[in-house]
């Protein structure tokens, strides 16, 4: 997989210019990253093509460290290059191991989403989404960390998004009074199945709520990719510029070829 010259100008104009004698042009970065972003190797590891690795990765740090990807990400969604339908949207989280070069960062040189839980060091994504193939917006927590308090300070950051009426699609870790009540106070609609010990069970529609395996398969794209499947990077702004990065080259991937 590369990022093609066409699809390298959708999103030219919205990266940092270099300044001075820049020798290596934006759009190889990219597909250095795509490449580590792809085999989960190490900067150093790679193929000698993309030129000096130490130049790659300072230029790759400092757009992650300045948000660069996020804002890309989000430009296109604006320019309707992602284009998302709000009619339902999907809630889930999913959890990532980390890997042992992961760990051991100190903590006043930002967050760190990482928790022990019985499978290990681990971090929880967690994520809305338009479809299979389009995420809304995500967020990153410790994995000890309960899926429901996550999904709420996700869900809002859709307050005065203009979404009423919008079906939240969710698993069972969802239904709980707290979560259904915000998303009714949102202005969006539930669409999740109470747990078999409710006293007053609620209907839902099921056969839209066969749709929440859209958002699974969402995850199991992005972990296609051996950066995200694993989490190597000790920063939560680091491992969330991979995240972007692979939303961003499937958002390029839905555009049509020359």
């Known amino acids: 997989m590369k990022i093609t010259t066409s699809q390298f100008k959708i999103i030219q104009k919205l990266l940092l210019v270099q300044r001075g004698n820049v020798k290596i042009p934006n759009l190889l970065v990219l597909n250095a990253i795509l490449y580590v972003a792809e085999h989960g190797c190490k900067w150093r590891g790679l193929p000698k093509k993309f030129g000096n690795w130490h130049s790659l990765y300072t230029r790759a740090n400092r757009w992650a460290k300045n948000g660069v990807l996020d804002s890309v990400f989000a430009t296109l969604q604006e320019n309707d290059v992602i284009n998302i339908q709000v009619e339902q949207v999907s809630l889930d989280s999913t959890a990532v191991k980390v890997h042992p070069d992961g760990t051991g960062a100190l903590k006043k040189n ?149």
């Open 110 to 258: 930002g967050p760190q989403s990482m928790g022990k839980s019985r499978a290990g060091w681990t971090t929880k994504i967690h994520r809305v989404a338009a479809n299979a193939t389009t995420a809304v917006t995500f967020s990153l927590s410790p994995g000890h960390v309960g899926d429901a308090p996550a999904g709420r300070e996700l869900l809002k950051s859709f307050e005065n998004n203009g979404w009423d009426g919008t079906q939240v699609i969710m698993d069972k870790a969802y239904e709980g009074d707290e979560t259904r009540q915000l998303i009714v106070d949102l202005g969006m609609e539930p669409v999740v199945p109470p747990k078999s010990n409710r006293l007053r069970p609620w209907k839902y529609d099921k056969e839209l709520y066969k749709k929440r395996n859209e958002v699974e398969r969402l995850f199991r794209r992005l972990k296609g990719f051996r950066r995200i499947f694993t989490r190597f990077d000790k920063l939560d702004v680091v491992f969330m510029f991979f995240i972007h990065f692979a939303l961003i080259v499937q958002a390029l991937n839905s555009v049509n070829r020359p």
